[in-house]
């Protein structure tokens, strides 16, 4: 597989980790990130990988946009999760008077 063909391929693992995320398929995602990882590994490492700098950057950039989905996902279950909290105290409150 040529250096452009592994880029590719890279940015089709992007897509799919992306779509996962966006139908909120979060089981899902930890081996799918861990084989993009392994492959990103063997991509920087391999010859040829340098020539292709501006794919590089935006598989970068890529990623960094689906880095803070991820965040903004997690902010959003934090928020439930403490809004949980929050009413089943409520509930207790109301149930031990």
Known sequence: MTPAQRLASLHEAMDLIGAALERGEIDAM?????????????FCASA????????ILDLQQRQQDAIAAMRARQAQLQELMRQQRQANRAVHAYTVS
């Open 30 to 42: 930890p081996p799918m990130i861990d084989a993009y990882d392994q492959a990103v590994r063997e």
């Open 48 to 55: 040829g990988a340098s020539a292709l700098r501006d794919g």
